[in-house]
């Protein structure tokens, strides 16, 4: 299994960023997928998650009406689209995928497999 995050990278306070997550080894549509993230100095957080099916979507509360989570069973893709970005969003962003339908999304630990992480740095 692997899934391949890309779409990072340096942007302004105030700007966007999209990443993306593609996965390969295993049933996709059979996943939730979710995002995470680590802030330098600060231990893993979670940032998003969405069900198999996309019918539910979960978010941090400091990045809700900012952060949309979006699925492309097609492409066996996670996209992460990311507005009026802050500083303090300052992290490497991983994905993971979850084929459990009962987890709790939002625990780091419930998830089977991880990409590795993308940079997004946000300058004030």
């Known amino acids: 299994v692997q899934l391949q995050a890309s779409g990072g990278g340096l942007v302004q306070a105030g700007g966007s960023v999209r990443l993306s997550c593609t996965a390969s080894?295993?049933?996709?549509?059979?996943?939730?997928m979710g995002w995470f993230r680590r802030a330098p100095g600060k231990d893993s957080e979670f940032v998003a998650a969405?069900?198999?099916?996309?019918?539910?979507?979960y978010y941090k509360d400091s990045v809700k009406g900012r952060f949309t989570i979006s699925r492309d069973d097609a492409k066996n893709t996670v996209y992460l689209q990311m507005n009026s970005l802050k500083p303090e969003d300052t992290a490497v962003y991983s994905c993971?995928?979850?084929?459990?339908?009962?987890?709790?999304?939002?625990?780091?630990?419930?998830?089977?497999?991880w990409g590795q992480g993308t940079q997004v740095t946000v300058s004030s």
């Open positions: 993971a995928a979850d084929g459990d339908p009962d987890s709790d999304y939002t625990v780091e630990g419930e998830y089977d497999y």
């Open positions: 080894g295993l049933r996709f549509r059979s996943n939730a």
């Open positions: 969405i069900n198999w099916n996309g019918g539910r979507t």
